[in-house]
Structure formats: structure tokens, C-alpha cells
């Protein structure tokens, strides 16, 4: 039986009454991406099943770490590293978009993931005077919040996983699967 794998999912749809596409990223676990639909639907229950995934990725290595899915038991020892998601925001002179830049990271603690956050290009280029560059939404950083990924789950997720890290120093690219996806054909 394949292994448990952790999933970064970039949902959109246009919920009635909007005027344009909506997004939001989901994690789920699954054996496949199929595995996680319910929990999709689930989670942005307004689009009433009128959802797509624009991008996705199994989550496998993350700054220098393998990432895997174990089942939730008493007897698993846990590292001081989590891994984090964030949400960076920023805007170009002239264009009438607020672009985002969405990045996992592992530290041991929020402020060390806010510091690599800073340390991005992304967030050192983007932004100007009157629209700097800053760390939003709840999954990541909001004013003096961090959420870990095991806090991003559906709550049946959380009670029965746990997200594990260990150094890998061969570390490798997860692969990006970018492009529409209907929620029907996973």
C-alpha cells in the first residue's frame, strides 16, 4: 500500500455574486490526490462544488528535510523543527494586483520562519514605498501569528496524523503539477 503523503493544494473558483476567480491553498493527506476531495468540498463548502485546483504538490522535501505522514500515536518522538506555510504579499508600481509568493519552510520556532520569509527575493523586490512587501493570512503570518502545517489540516487530519521531519541532506525538488484541474477528474 503506497505511503501516506502530505498535499499542497492552490484551489480557485468564483463563489456567486464575485466578480473574479477567488484562491486559497488547502493541505490534506491522502494516498492520492483523489484521497483528499472530500476533505476539498469540505473545506470551502461556498463554491458548492464548483472548485478546480490550479496547482499542487506532494509536500516530500523541505529546506533540507524529508517530510513524511505517520499515523498518530503516543510512541512517535517528535523533532523541534516544524514545517510552516507562508503566505508572502506584495505589489509593483503600476500594477493593479497584489501578488503572492507561497513558501514552506522548517524552523524550530515562528520568529526563525518569519526571518526566512524576510530573506526572500520575492520579499525583498516586491513592494515599494506606500505598498511594501508583508506576511499575510492565516495559514502563515498574520501580524504576530505562524501556523504550523498540522494546524492547517481538516481536524479529522490532525487528529490522526502527524507530519514528520527528518534531515535528508540529498535534498531534492518536489515536483510542481501547475495548471486547471477539475475537481471531478482527481
Same mark, same amino acid.
Given at each position: 500500500?503506497?505511503?501516506?503523503?502530505?498535499?499542497?493544494?492552490?484551489? !480557485?473558483?468564483?463563489?456567486? !455574486?464575485?466578480?473574479?476567480?477567488?484562491?486559497?491553498?488547502?493541505?490534506?493527506?491522502?494516498?492520492?490526490? !483523489?484521497?483528499?476531495?472530500?476533505?476539498?468540498?469540505?473545506?470551502?463548502?461556498?463554491?458548492?462544488?464548483?472548485?478546480?485546483?490550479?496547482?499542487?504538490?506532494?509536500?516530500?522535501?523541505?529546506?533540507?528535510?524529508?517530510?513524511?505522514?505517520?499515523?498518530?500515536?503516543?510512541?512517535?518522538?517528535?523533532?523541534?523543527?516544524?514545517?510552516?506555510?507562508?503566505?508572502?504579499?506584495?505589489?509593483?508600481?503600476?500594477?493593479?494586483?497584489?501578488?503572492?509568493?507561497?513558501?514552506?519552510?522548517?524552523?524550530?520556532?515562528?520568529?526563525?520562519?518569519?526571518?526566512?520569509?524576510?530573506?526572500?527575493?520575492?520579499?525583498?523586490?516586491?513592494?515599494?514605498?506606500?505598498?511594501?512587501?508583508?506576511?499575510?493570512?492565516?495559514?502563515?503570518?498574520?501580524?504576530?501569528?505562524?501556523?504550523?502545517?498540522?494546524?492547517?489540516?481538516?481536524?479529522?487530519?490532525?487528529?490522526?496524523?502527524?507530519?514528520?521531519?527528518?534531515?535528508?541532506?540529498?535534498?531534492?525538488?518536489?515536483?510542481?503539477?501547475?495548471?486547471?484541474?477539475?475537481?471531478?477528474?482527481?
Amino acid at each position: 500500500m503506497p505511503d501516506l503523503k502530505l498535499y499542497m493544494i492552490l484551489l !480557485g473558483c468564483k463563489p456567486g !455574486g464575485r466578480n473574479t476567480e477567488q484562491h486559497d491553498v488547502f493541505f490534506g493527506i491522502g494516498r492520492t490526490l !483523489g484521497d483528499v476531495k472530500k476533505h476539498i468540498l469540505d473545506f470551502w463548502k461556498e463554491a458548492n462544488g464548483k472548485i478546480h485546483i490550479d496547482a499542487w504538490r506532494e509536500v516530500q522535501h523541505v529546506d533540507g528535510y524529508k517530510v513524511s505522514v505517520e499515523e498518530r500515536d503516543n510512541s512517535i518522538t517528535t523533532t523541534n523543527e516544524k514545517l510552516f506555510f507562508i503566505n508572502l504579499g506584495g505589489y509593483k508600481p503600476n500594477e493593479f494586483e497584489e501578488f503572492h509568493y507561497k513558501m514552506l519552510t522548517v524552523s524550530v520556532d515562528k520568529r526563525i520562519a518569519i526571518q526566512k520569509a524576510k530573506q526572500t527575493a520575492f520579499y525583498r523586490h516586491i513592494g515599494f514605498e506606500g505598498a511594501v512587501s508583508h506576511i499575510d493570512d492565516k495559514y502563515g503570518i498574520d501580524v504576530d501569528d505562524v501556523y504550523e502545517i498540522e494546524d492547517a489540516l481538516p481536524e479529522l487530519l490532525k487528529k490522526q496524523y502527524c507530519i514528520q521531519l527528518k534531515l535528508a541532506p540529498d535534498q531534492q525538488q518536489d515536483e510542481m503539477h501547475l495548471g486547471y484541474l477539475k475537481i471531478d477528474k482527481i
